[in-house]
């Protein structure tokens, strides 16, 4: 298996451009989420999605789409990328968890996003 | 709303010594808490969980974690520290109800283990 998968590792964009991240996983979770990380903040929730066809905003949805028309892949859209959106940007997925059981999450490697 | 507070930015210990990184937590409800670790651009990796039951939580790597109602912690130990364990250590929280499974995460403590 190889796990969660994001590409690009890299990417720098200019002020207004868009472009997707990508993430896939292969371990047939149902639920897959983006999460963004900034120095000294942890991680916060951007959008997740707990199976196909079904998303839902996070923490911080601004400036962010995302669709998932498979299991396997959940993309990230960036509309118009300003430079707060500079940061390190992480896909996870579990499976879906139930009350009494709630499933750890597996994170891809991250995609260092800048803006200028 | 739920929150974690991981109270120090850097922890530093000496190989062979025992570790403690802290975590608080405020939750609606009974919680359920992770300890996540995350090495040098790396992603993170899942170390262990409380969910219910013993108070005393075995991981991953020799980690283990103690949960306390009353004092709202969870904090990571570690017998003997080895170099090896220098990273970057994540608390998160997740409430009782809803499917999703919203993690919400501290800000992370460095953890440096000296030789």
């Known amino acids: 298996n190889a796990g969660v998968t994001q590409t690009p590792k890299f990417q720098v964009l200019k002020t207004g451009q868009s472009m997707t991240l990508q993430c896939a996983q292969d371990?047939?979770?149902?639920?897959m989420s983006w999460y963004r990380q900034d120095p000294g903040m942890g991680l916060r929730l951007i959008h997740y999605?707990?199976?196909?066809?079904?998303?839902d905003q996070g923490e911080v949805p601004n400036g962010y789409n995302v669709s998932r028309s498979t299991t396997e892949d959940f993309p990230l859209r960036l509309l118009s990328a300003a430079p707060s959106q500079t940061s390190v940007y992480f896909c996870a997925s579990s499976y879906a968890s139930s009350d009494r059981f709630p499933y750890e999450q597996y994170f891809g490697p991250g995609t260092r996003l800048t803006v200028t | 709303a739920q929150s974690v507070a991981q109270p120090e930015d850097q922890v530093n210990v000496a190989e062979g010594n025992p570790l403690t990184v802290k975590c608080t937590y405020s939750?609606?409800?009974?919680?359920?808490l992770f300890w996540y670790v995350q090495y040098p651009n790396r992603g993170l990796q899942f170390l262990l969980k409380?969910?219910?039951?013993?108070?005393l939580v075995k991981g991953s790597y020799g980690f283990e974690a103690e949960f306390n109602k009353s004092q709202t912690s969870f904090h990571l130990k570690k017998p003997s520290a080895l170099v090896s364990d220098s990273a970057l250590y994540f608390c998160a929280v997740s409430p009782l109800s809803g499917s999703a499974r919203q993690l919400t995460f501290g800000s992370g403590t460095q953890l440096t283990v000296l030789p």
């Open positions: 999605s707990v199976g196909a066809g079904i998303t």
């Open positions: 409380y969910i219910t039951g013993d108070n």
């Open positions: 939750v609606s409800g009974n919680p359920y």
């Open positions: 371990m047939n979770h149902e639920y």
